[in-house]
């Protein structure tokens, strides 16, 4: 007698560590394996416009993951992410412009800038909310102040020359070559944010989010969780930093102003605050609006009804930002990675999808 094969309608998980795995089945596994064997050879057939929007992609997703681990993981807040990320880029031009090679000088940048969030987060151990929000605004000022005046470091207003990224004499000064370095770090860093997040201290730092309360009555100890997530934050933000100072070759400071902050929040919001792909989904989108929008400001300048409106039509893309976080915040809260969850439970269960 034939026997029939049931495939289980649902998402059983029966053990922690089934629960706790970076791919939750084979095939998203797969999937994730063949974009990223799919980006290795997108310099075949992209051209450096659309390599450029994915170099940006990289760095700035390294550095919005690093917020995330921050102000989605552990429930703390920052509107200085842009001036560590400011730190990390002149870190790195200024440690491989002493002789070392850049290979070395972008881990060292994320380690000093690792040093100096972990300063500015020590006001989290004792403020939270609206209060750690004003704290981490003014670490903002400070920074941006200090690379206006140390002339030694950062070049003042001047700004800094950095070095191209090379390994044993091959250089990677052009888009086709620089994106593999940038590819490189992101693949690495996503993966270190995924274990972070399923080892003891990352669950420490969900627990410290979701009751800190409750999280110190367990021994938890809420001061070292706190600065801790301010330091690996920075550590993303400056290993970011590092990679943007390397690709343009200079940094100066007006490039990490207060608006870039916003835009790093703006990010994790639109990603989904808590969720690691979530934070490339979110860059991925910050980084293609304003493309768009120059694409729709252009073909409506075409027609003759809208001549009138140039001023109006450029103005569109400034506050396009700003709509889409209001927008995302009024009708998907959860961000684009919980639409995504939705999308492929929807389509595993179907045509059971109800």
Sequence with gaps: MATMSLRPCGDYRATYRTDTTIFPT???RNFCIAGVVLLCVAPLFLSNY?????????YLGIAALGLNILVGFTGQISLGHSAFFG????ASAYISNQGIPVFFAIPLAGLATTAVGMIFGIPSARIKGLYLAIA???SQFILEDFFNRAEWFSGGSAGALAESFSIFGFVFDSDERFFYVVLVYL??????????????????LVAVRDHYLSAEIMGINLTKYRILSFGISSFYAGVGGALF???LGFVSVEGFSILLSIQFLAMVII???GSIMGSLMGTAFMVLLPEVMEGLVAGLSNFEWASGLGAGLAFLKQMAIGLAIILFLIFEPDGLAHRW??????????????
Excluded: C, E
């Excluded at 659309?50 to 990289?58: C, F, K, P």
């Excluded at 730190?87 to 002149?90: I, L, M, S, T």
């Excluded at 693949?187 to 669950?203: E, F, K, P, Q």
């Design 26 to 28: 084979p095939m998203s």
């Design 50 to 58: 659309y390599l450029n929007l994915l170099i940006q992609i990289g």
């Design 87 to 90: 730190f990390g880029a002149f």
């Design 136 to 138: 981490t605004l003014a």
């Design 187 to 204: 693949v690495i860093m996503y993966i270190a944010a995924a274990n972070l997040m399923r080892s003891r201290d990352g669950r420490a």
């Design 245 to 247: 100072a390397h690709y």
């Design 271 to 273: 990603g989904g605050l």
């Design 341 to 354: 969850r939705l999308i492929k439970a929807y389509w595993k269960l179907y045509p059971f999808s109800y």
